[in-house]
């Protein structure tokens, strides 16, 4: 991730820095101890919105309210969350609950109902205990404030170990446009999946229509090539906010600034796709495969998604075993072009295959790096120009205890 | 797996049961314990053969080795096997390596270089130590005999639990044949990867084409249907070899009695398919999972081989936790068409979901259920009339500490 002079990271920036945005969260009763567990986003104006969304069939219910929201006419003014219960395998109830919920949201804060989103991430198959949501609901504009977003975060988390925001601001035609980001993902909902979730705010005046065709490139980079055990929930969701109030001239892929606007937004997305694949179930270390040399993108991120998949090599490198053997095999399966005599493996810097053959390295010296907290592996397939990146972390017993404990 | 009346199981029975067979053992240097590490079956007479061999584009040498050789005359008369050394990712002088092994077996066995096939499995990207092999090939002889197979089953394990062997008769046109079949696999090789070693034996008069149209298709169903955790070896192969001494008319699909061969010679895959996969690296149990009520074939294989490969129901099958909201959500990220209103789930006879609906049932059940040593998964798609069956294990804290430990 380059952080170029086309923007700058803001250490203590959050997800309502960005000119417009307010959020909240509140402890409403779904989860059994008392952490927050509802929460929202709410913007002064409807703002332009994009989102992008599981490709698993078994979509959960407030996918298709937010979808529904956002093709009305391409704006959200708030967008509301619950961890605790997915709301997902729960057929025409789970629908009409989904929906109850944008409905009780869009009168609590006086905005349209089609300006209202709705994510949910927890148990599979239970019915929302409503009573408690409707409340928590009613509850919510109390609590929400300019400086709400730790609240908004910690109701969107669950086992997550850590709060997963950053905020970015550059400079769009003279003014300073912020954005901002947060995520939950890859802690396990006691009982069910790591759900990714993904909320990215800004002031910048874009319309929706570039909006959501830059979240569906810059989707496809970064949280789109992340993978804790390969398992893609029903709950899985990105959206994004644009309020206009810092004021620039229309953003558009022409716009001379647009360049520094991409890298900020990429920033943050690949900045959030990392936190959470480095707070991985039981994860010791976030590992970055990079496969360069690739005859197309379509290959490189394929063969990227096998390494970094690969149970093996995960556990490979919880035990800091230099096992190139294991990354060269996962190459070889990944159904995508390869040329068996020029692979080129390195861990660090340090090379271990050079035209396919093994090379004598200093094993203490990548023991000692794959000891630390991130392990970069570069796969060289010497083939064509093309490169991506795909961001994991590695297997552990931490992995099996948090995913074979009984729901119970 | 039915056993019909088509054939009968024998307890008793081994690789070198089938009329024309014997095998052999022996320590010859490559594994650092005085276990054994180089074995042979050999047959009286130039046996017919067929081969599988894995699809990774990193396929050792020794797989060229027995592909060229049976590509010859579709004949083979000995398979020779060392563990402790997959010769892959070895280059021009690891083809080399597995040249000489051929000569050296040919010669010491007084056989034509095209009627022996080379296997191997073990470390990837070391050269064998040669002498070693060598001296090991030319003792063979002495070492080989008619009740061999416990010897030849030593020298294919690695860190196996226990020797895979299975052997079933049957009548063709009046006489009695025999198809064994001998495994490896699931073992992690010190240091890389679970490579599956398969080998069939049998006395039956079968043409070598019609023999590998068996092997192919009894493949899919078998040994393709299994996985520990979806990484494929650059040194899978199946060998199977007729050596016709039954003295049967020639079988061919058209024979009366073909189905009861194929019954029997499936048998011996899945057989061995199912002991792999309960073998898998820390494996407390085996899981089985059949997909049906699919619109194909390959909707049905592809769903059951993602449900069986989901570390997320690997890790609930071991915690006991009847999880079904892990196994709809691998269900619906196989890329294969689902109705998403239609599909039921049962665990051994416990009905867990309905019309993609949750049932309520007894968890003191399931848990007993899910604590023995076979998990049975159905998923029925209700959709059309195909169905597949994959095998594979659950993911362990063994698992972990098998693979994340150091190569040293």
Redesign the interface.
Known sequence: MKVTDQFTVMPEGTITTPAGFRAGGLHCGLKKTTRYDLGIIVCDVPAQAAGVYT?????AAPLGVTQASIAVDGKLQAVLVNSGNAN??T?KQGEEDARAMRTAAAKAFGVAEHHVGVTSTG????LLPMPKVLSGIEELPSQVKADGAEDFCQAILTTDLVQKMTCVRLTVGGKTVHVAGAAKGSGMIH???ATMLGFITTDANIANVHLQKLLNGVTDTTFNMITV??????NDMVVAMASGLAGNESLTPEHPDWAAFEAGFRYVAEYLAKAIARDGEGATKLIEVTVAGAESQEAARAIAKTVI????VK??C?????????I??????AGQP?N?ETVHIQLGDIVV?EQ???VKFD?DRA?AYLKGELVQILVNLNMGNESATAWGCD???D???I??????
């Open positions: 490709l698993n069939a078994f979509q997902a395998c057929g148990v599979i198959g239970e009982p069910n999946m055990d390969g398992d893609t929930s029903t998949g690969s149970s093996l556990s490979a919880f035990g800091a075993d230099a096992n190139w053997g294991r060269i095999a996962a190459v070889g399966r390869v068996t295959l396919s053959r093994p094993e023991l297997l552990t017993y992995y099996v205890r995913n074979a404990a009984y729901r119970t």
